[in-house]
């Protein structure tokens, strides 16, 4: 880890900067550290991808871990330190896919009335702004710009098995500057000024969710199991995550009519693949309560009213039926054609048995050789 003092307001603190690389080593020597490089063989780097899925790590954190080991060795063997790289041919193993819950915006609402005025304005910026609660503590004061309307993801709190650490967010991607509706920004006001922060200047380096005088980062731990639990439980959903939050804004961004490119940005993802795996489900959603609106403006609610009857066949088929009254056969060169079975059909825009022919003249040229007979 990369230590950095701080002062501030005469008082030292000493925050630990994620080195994710150092951190993805770390992972992959509790596997295969304990072994000579020309030891290391492909069966045991696969054994190792196991491992992390059956451990909960997902396939995408999995992966990750293993194009640095691939990378470690792919430098071993251009130094002729080893003849083959044993990582090729191994691959992440698919681990059960959990199905996100979707969030509706009244859900959101109520899980922010539970976890009480201190913490409300942290689940709001979950449900609104898709933040991972990662980045909700790592907010700062002055990361919030109320004259613009924003909000900057410049860094995360994460625990990985000890102190809270500071460091960027999940990838490059995750640093980006969000707009805000009025009412996350009336939230932040309102945090803000409970906590007696009004000069935004003074008190730019607070944390928004910290701990004691805010100078350091809050605990995402503690959050989850004091607040978060009992809040989720009070409004029957006791399974859902606080990463659910994040899908729930996806869904309400497509409603809103926001297009991949622009989910993607306001996630933070580095790949457009990912966001339009959560887009899609976001998209099926949206479509099936646009549904349920239409049902509601168009749909039948008085049971006595006549329901019109669907015909038996499609329309094109019923359109290629004969006339009533005209017989198969086309007529004879110079021949005059009989509109006799055919209804009104001499007169200026009268129409036919087929409503698909509304004049004399397509009346005529129904019948093969009679254009130009008056």
């Not at 451990?55 to 003849?83: D, H, K, Q, W, Y």
């Not at 304005?121 to 907010?139: H, Q, S």
């Not at 110079?334 to 509109?339: A, I, K, M, S």
Request: with cysteine; net charge positive.
């Amino acid at each position: 880890m990369i230590r950095k003092r701080i002062a501030s307001n005469g008082v030292r603190y000493d925050v630990r900067l994620r080195d994710p690389r150092k951190l993805t080593i770390s992972r992959a020597n509790q596997h295969i550290g304990g072994r000579s490089l020309e030891a290391v063989t492909t069966a045991h780097v696969q054994e190792m991808m196991s491992k992390l899925i059956i451990s909960g790590l997902s396939p995408t954190a999995s992966a990750s871990i293993l194009r640095v080991v691939r990378a470690c060795f792919n430098e071993a063997v251009r130094r002729e330190m080893l003849t083959r790289n044993p990582c090729r041919g191994v691959r992440v193993a698919k681990g059960e896919t959990r199905p996100h819950a979707t969030v509706a915006p009244d859900v959101v609402d109520s899980l922010a009335d539970e976890v009480g005025p201190e913490w409300r304005a942290a689940v709001l910026l979950g449900g609104i702004a898709g933040l991972r609660i990662g980045e909700v503590f790592g907010l700062k004061v002055r990361d919030i710009d109320f004259a613009r309307r924003t909000i900057s993801v410049e860094r995360q709190a994460q625990e990985n098995g000890g102190p809270v650490q500071i460091g960027p967010p999940k990838t490059a991607a995750g640093i980006r500057t969000l707009a805000l509706p009025d009412q996350m920004l009336d939230e932040l006001a309102e945090h803000l000024q409970r906590r007696s922060w009004s000069n935004v200047d003074a008190d730019a380096d607070r944390f928004l969710f910290g701990t004691g005088d805010a100078l350091s980062p809050g605990i995402p731990s503690n959050f989850r199991h004091r607040i978060w639990d009992p809040a989720r439980r009070s409004v029957g959903l006791p399974t859902l995550r606080f990463h659910d939050l994040r899908h729930g804004a996806v869904t309400m961004l497509v409603a809103a009519g926001a297009d991949p490119k622009t989910v993607q940005n306001r996630l933070g993802h580095a790949s457009l693949s990912v966001t339009l795996g959560i887009y899609a489900k976001a998209t099926t959603a949206a479509d099936r309560a646009a549904a349920d609106h239409l049902q509601e403006l168009f749909g039948t609610t008085d049971p006595t009213a006549e329901v019109r009857p669907r015909p038996d066949r499609p329309r094109h088929v019923r359109a290629m039926e004969p006339i009533s009254g005209a017989t198969d056969d086309p007529p004879k060169s110079g021949e005059t054609p009989d509109f006799s079975g055919v209804s009104e059909c001499s007169g200026g825009g009268a129409r036919t048995h087929d409503p698909l022919i509304n004049s004399q003249l397509l009346c005529q040229l129904s019948y093969p050789g009679s254009a130009g007979t008056s």
